[in-house]
Nanobody, 115 residues
């Protein structure tokens, strides 16, 4: 079955960096677009980054220039490098894939940006 497992979250100071990973299994990873979503406390889940099978990325305005999405098709893993973090980046970050019309989600990893 399709599985997505995020890791790498934690507490970081404003201006700091963090790298998230999402390990996947159960589907042909290299053929599918992968997405990073995030959900801040009290807010709706929002799409942050889209990573196409070939590695092309699209970013939400809120993370553009600070976050970088990438993927390693040999490792079936997608990454999110977050730099210049702000308190408003505090959220649970989710990995997502739509496989054969079904959305799959990881359980998420919490990122807290605070001094």
């Amino acid at each position: 079955q399709v599985q997505l497992v995020e890791s790498g979250g934690g507490l970081v100071q404003p201006g700091g960096s963090l790298r998230l990973s999402c390990a996947t299994s159960g589907f042909m990873f290299s053929r599918y677009t992968m997405n990073w979503y995030r959900q801040a406390p009290g807010k709706e889940r929002e799409l942050a980054i889209i990573i196409a099978p070939g590695g092309t990325t699209n970013y939400a305005d809120s993370v553009k220039g600070r976050f970088t999405g990438s993927r390693d098709n040999a490792k079936n893993t997608v990454y999110l490098q977050m730099n210049s973090l702000k308190p408003e980046d505090t959220a649970v970050y989710y990995c997502n894939a739509q496989v054969n019309g079904i959305h799959y989600w990881g359980k998420g990893t919490l990122v807290t940006v605070s001094s």
